[in-house]
């Protein structure tokens, strides 16, 4: 490795931090994520390359900035957005909402157990921020239906923290996820066998703490009870479906995705491709679905996201042969360096509240690159995952989906300000991180 | 990226509403004529004859008022107003010379229809030459409205009227101008593709009222066996559709709404209809 002088290192590390406050400020400068990334990448490709910090390998016949990109990642979001929008477009997702609605008979308690059930389904196998549109729309919808609107405000923030207590249970359902896990080498089976315990007490708790603090009680009388499910009654899970076969095709197609996911690195040629080709695989097959408009799916694609990862990659890239990285892993390696006990805990507890404030995707890509050659079954892993993903819950910009579930909540004329926010939501994220700090020195 | 306003769409374009059948209570009924003493028998039988779908339900209390009894507008609602039957029936140019004038209901039955609350079953006048043929049956039934979804009573007040054995039809005719109108200023906004919106609107509009109609008549169909429904749903110009139909399929009588929200007065498509077809009995909500 190449000598670079402190100041280069410095000036780099103003260059990351300057990113990282406009990603927090993102909102305010009314730039999207990809845009802001962009810049920096461009800044920091230019600089490098004056700097001469970035070496060109001899046999390479690609632009040195595209191996800096890691396309395992990219790839994955990509083919899991496109398989995820073409399926969602059969209606199975709104048609499972629906009929979960209905069977609640309208009762309160019962919807808020359902819907927090399926946010964190929904944010599990699609991604946070679709779970939250799906579960937040309907929870709207059915509770004006039902004459509830009082408690809007309650089940939207209960299942905005959900979204990430639900983006916990794989790898491949948080950006934080694929990042650490794939670095660390995890694999989607031993990933789900270890978050899954956690995901279903913390959901637990944070329904429960839910259903007291915004008073969400069972109806009480008969009447009540056969009112709230003729109210429920009018809801017809049917309307979403366009087409029998197509709805039938997409569950189908949805369970051999997962099951095709889980087992991508145990099974034979398909371990070699990697989680990527699955997701780009079973993306390709539902395109068949709607071969004559495939541009409808690729149109709903969210190439800021992506784009944000590539530049994003780009700078961590540049920033790594700055010795930025070596900079910052050395207050890690301080933070580490506290014991058994509370190296993780600082990890895990620091790590949520950068993660409250700024988005978690740097945040995990730059810690995945420093605790790289950390072995798999290290709980330094797990701190890092249970921080990026679980800080979110702290403040309505930690995460997207809490962003959607504010807009849903505004959306509605309901008040929430920032203030609010997080008067109502710490509670939960801090009992959310004692659990995980448990989880994280007993259980993984 | 799913569109947060779509699935809000989605999801409410999932709640459907349901018909809820029930034929109205109607145990009085306010008979309203400007009939001398001697005539007045004469009619209240025709009327029972012509109504007697309602003897047949349960029993009703008739009474029956004439020249004498109302000298003025103020004195026929206060005698509404003091009885409050669950229907009036009366016709047109009530205490009027001319018995025949177009466009038009006349002072005392236009009162009758906006300062009311109980429905008003408007024939033509006894003189009419329509008269008698108008109010011959009650076993074909039209129920009108451009807002037939969720709007129960009008459906139920149909059920209420028709003969055993009679045909209730529940139509809903979309109008034409108020649909080019929007499609118009779509055209004009250069972020709505106007081909998908004209097709999308037009889908919806007639879809529910289709939905709703289809389930309507199913419902009718197992609850009431005596009666048998029938549905017509589609764009056109409403009064000029409505007028041919009622006067092509010879309709007894018309059923619909005059009332939006919030106004007593006659609301526009009503008050066409109900000015239009002078020589059928309408009932008007």
Same mark, same amino acid.
């Given at each position: 490795?190449?000598?670079?002088?402190?100041?280069?290192t410095?000036?780099?590390?103003? %260059?990351?931090?300057?990113? %990282?406050?406009?990603?927090?400020?993102?909102?305010?400068?009314?730039?999207?994520?990809?845009?802001?990334?962009?810049?920096f990448?461009?800044?920091?490709?230019?600089?490098?390359?004056?700097?001469?910090?970035?070496?060109?390998?001899?046999?390479?016949?690609?632009?040195?900035?595209?191996?800096?990109?890691?396309?395992?990642?990219?790839?994955?979001i990509?083919?899991?957005?496109?398989?995820?929008?073409?399926?969602?477009?059969?209606?199975?997702?709104? +048609?499972?909402?629906?009929k979960?609605t209905?069977?609640?008979?309208?009762?309160?308690?019962?919807?808020?157990?359902?819907?927090?059930?399926?946010t964190?389904?929904?944010?599990?196998?699609?991604?946070?921020?679709?779970?939250?549109?799906?579960?937040?729309? @309907?929870?709207a919808?059915?509770?004006?239906?039902?004459e509830?609107?009082?408690?809007?405000?309650?089940f939207?923030?209960?299942?905005?923290? @959900?979204?990430?207590?639900?983006?916990?249970?794989?790898?491949i359902?948080?950006?934080?996820?694929?990042?650490?896990?794939?670095?660390?080498?995890i694999?989607?089976?031993a990933?789900?066998?270890?978050? &899954?315990?956690?995901?279903?007490?913390?959901?637990?708790?944070?329904?429960?703490m839910?259903?007291?603090?915004?008073?969400?009680?069972?109806?009480a009388t008969?009447?009540?009870?056969?009112?709230? =499910?003729?109210?429920?009654?009018?809801?017809?899970?049917?309307?979403?479906?366009?087409?029998?076969?197509?709805?039938?095709?997409?569950?189908?197609?949805?369970?051999?995705?997962?099951?095709?996911?889980?087992?991508?690195?145990?099974?034979?040629?398909?371990?070699?491709?990697?989680m990527?080709?699955?997701?780009?695989a079973?993306?390709?097959?539902?395109?068949?679905?709607?071969?004559?408009?495939?541009?409808?799916?690729?149109?709903a694609?969210?190439?800021?996201?992506?784009?944000?990862f590539?530049?994003?990659?780009i700078?961590?890239?540049?920033?790594?042969?700055?010795?930025?990285?070596?900079?910052?892993?050395?207050?890690?390696? =301080?933070?580490?360096?506290?014991?058994d006990t &509370?190296?993780?805990?600082?990890?895990?507890?620091?790590?949520?509240?950068?993660?409250?404030?700024t988005?978690?995707?740097?945040?995990?890509?730059?810690?995945?690159?420093?605790?790289?050659?950390?072995?798999?079954?290290?709980?330094?892993?797990?701190?890092?995952?249970?921080?990026?993903?679980?800080?979110?819950?702290?403040t309505? %910009?930690?995460?997207?989906?809490?962003?959607?579930?504010?807009?849903i909540?505004?959306?509605?004329?309901?008040?929430?300000?920032?203030?609010?926010?997080?008067?109502?939501?710490?509670?939960?994220?801090?009992v959310?991180?004692?659990?995980?700090?448990?989880?994280?020195?007993?259980v993984? | 990226?799913?569109?947060?306003?779509?699935?809000?769409?989605q999801?409410?374009?999932?709640?459907?509403?349901?018909?809820k059948?029930?034929?109205?209570?109607?145990s009085?009924?306010?008979v309203?004529t400007? @009939? #001398?003493?001697?005539?007045?028998?004469?009619?209240?039988?025709?009327?029972?004859?012509?109504?007697?779908?309602?003897?047949?339900?349960?029993?009703?209390?008739?009474?029956?008022t004439?020249?004498?009894?109302l000298?003025?507008?103020?004195?026929?609602?206060?005698?509404?107003?003091?009885?409050?039957?669950?229907?009036?029936?009366?016709y047109?140019h009530?205490?009027?010379?001319d018995?025949?004038?177009?466009?038009?209901?006349?002072t005392?039955?236009?009162?009758?229809?906006?300062?009311?609350?109980?429905?008003?079953?408007?024939?033509?006048?006894?003189?009419?030459?329509n008269?008698?043929?108008?109010?011959?049956?009650?076993?074909?039934?039209?129920?009108?409205?451009?807002?037939?979804?969720?709007?129960?009573?009008?459906?139920? +007040?149909?059920?209420?009227?028709?003969?055993?054995?009679?045909?209730?039809?529940l139509?809903?005719i979309?109008?034409?101008?108020?649909?080019?109108?929007?499609?118009d200023?779509?055209?004009?906004?250069?972020?709505?593709?106007?081909?998908?919106?004209r097709?999308?609107?037009?889908?919806?509009l007639?879809?529910?009222? #289709?939905?709703?109609?289809a389930?309507?008549?199913?419902?009718?169909?197992?609850?009431y066996?005596?009666?048998?429904?029938?549905?017509?749903v589609?764009?056109?110009?409403?009064?000029?559709?409505?007028? =041919?139909?009622?006067?092509?399929?010879?309709? #007894?009588?018309?059923?619909?709404?005059?009332?939006?929200?919030?106004?007593? &007065?006659?609301?526009?498509?009503?008050?066409?209809?109900?000015?239009?077809? %002078?020589d059928?009995p309408?009932?008007?909500?």
């Open positions: 490795m190449h000598e670079v002088p402190m100041s280069t410095l000036l780099f590390l103003g %260059i990351l931090v300057a990113m %990282i406050a406009s990603l927090a400020l993102e909102e305010k400068l009314h730039a999207k994520k990809s845009i802001i990334t962009g810049v990448a461009v800044i920091c490709l230019l600089l490098g390359e004056v700097m001469h910090l970035i070496h060109r390998p001899e046999d390479a016949h690609l632009p040195l900035y595209i191996p800096m990109i890691d396309w395992s990642v990219i790839i994955i990509f083919g899991s957005s496109l398989f995820i929008d073409v399926t969602s477009r059969s209606g199975i997702f709104a +048609w499972t909402a629906i979960l209905k069977m609640s008979g309208g009762d309160p308690v019962k919807l808020l157990w359902y819907y927090a059930g399926i964190v389904v929904f944010s599990a196998v699609l991604n946070n921020v679709t779970a939250m549109i799906i579960v937040g729309s @309907l929870s919808v059915s509770l004006k239906k039902l509830r609107e009082n408690l809007l405000l309650g939207l923030l209960v299942e905005g923290l @959900l979204t990430n207590i639900g983006g916990l249970l794989t790898l359902s948080s950006i934080p996820n694929i990042i650490v896990g794939t670095t660390a080498g694999s989607f089976v990933f789900l066998y270890k978050a &899954a315990p956690y995901v279903v007490v913390a959901t637990v708790a944070t329904v429960y839910g259903l007291r603090a915004f008073k969400i009680e069972k109806l008969e009447d009540q009870k056969k009112n709230a =499910a003729e109210l429920v009654a009018s809801f017809d899970e049917n309307e979403s479906v366009r087409s029998r076969p197509f709805f039938n095709f997409s569950w189908t197609l949805l369970g051999l995705f997962i099951l095709g996911i889980a087992t991508a690195s145990v099974t034979p040629y398909i371990d070699e491709l990697g990527g080709f699955v997701a780009m079973f993306a390709v097959v539902a395109l068949i679905r709607i071969k004559h408009e495939p541009e409808k799916a690729y149109v694609i969210d190439w800021d996201l992506l784009l944000f590539a530049y994003l990659f700078v961590i890239h540049v920033m790594e042969h700055a010795k930025v990285l070596v900079l910052i892993g050395s207050g890690i390696e =301080a933070l580490i360096g506290l014991g &509370a190296g993780p805990l600082a990890l895990l507890w620091s790590g949520s509240i950068a993660s409250s404030v988005d978690n995707v740097p945040l995990a890509a730059v810690l995945a690159k420093i605790l790289q050659g950390t072995p798999a079954d290290s709980n330094l892993w797990w701190a890092t995952i249970f921080g990026c993903n679980l800080g979110g819950n702290f309505p %910009i930690g995460s997207a989906s809490t962003l959607v579930a504010v807009a909540i505004h959306k509605n004329k309901l008040p929430m300000s920032f203030g609010g926010f997080v008067k109502v939501a710490a509670p939960f994220a801090v959310q991180l004692v659990l995980a700090s448990f989880y994280v020195l007993f993984v | 990226m799913l569109d947060l306003d779509q699935v809000e769409s999801f409410r374009a999932s709640v459907k509403v349901r018909p059948l029930e034929r109205p209570d109607v009085s009924v306010l309203i400007d @009939l #001398d003493s001697d005539e007045r028998d004469a009619f209240l039988a025709r009327i029972r004859h012509f109504l007697k779908g309602l003897d047949d339900e349960q029993l009703v209390s008739w009474t029956v004439g020249r004498e009894d000298t003025t507008v103020r004195a026929m609602l206060a005698k509404v107003e003091a009885s409050k039957p669950d229907l009036i029936v009366a047109r009530l205490f009027e010379g018995q025949d004038l177009p466009h038009s209901l006349g005392y039955a236009d009162m009758l229809t906006q300062a009311t609350s109980s429905p008003v079953l408007l024939l033509p006048p006894p003189k009419h030459t008269f008698q043929r108008a109010t011959e049956n009650s076993d074909k039934v039209l129920v009108v409205a451009n807002a037939i979804v969720g709007d129960h009573m009008l459906v139920n +007040w149909g059920l209420r009227l028709v003969e055993k054995g009679g045909e209730l039809t139509a809903h979309e109008d034409d101008a108020v649909f080019k109108r929007y499609i200023v779509i055209g004009k906004i250069s972020d709505l593709d106007t081909d998908v919106a097709e999308q609107i037009e889908k919806k007639l879809g529910e009222a #289709d939905g709703f109609l389930e309507t008549c199913e419902r009718i169909t197992e609850a066996p005596d009666v048998r429904p029938s549905k017509l589609r764009r056109g110009h409403t009064v000029k559709e409505y007028e =041919a139909l009622v006067k092509d399929g010879e309709y #007894d009588i018309v059923v619909f709404n005059t009332k939006d929200e919030g106004q007593l &007065a006659m609301h526009g498509l009503a008050y066409s209809i109900a000015v239009e077809l %002078i059928r309408l009932l008007m909500l």
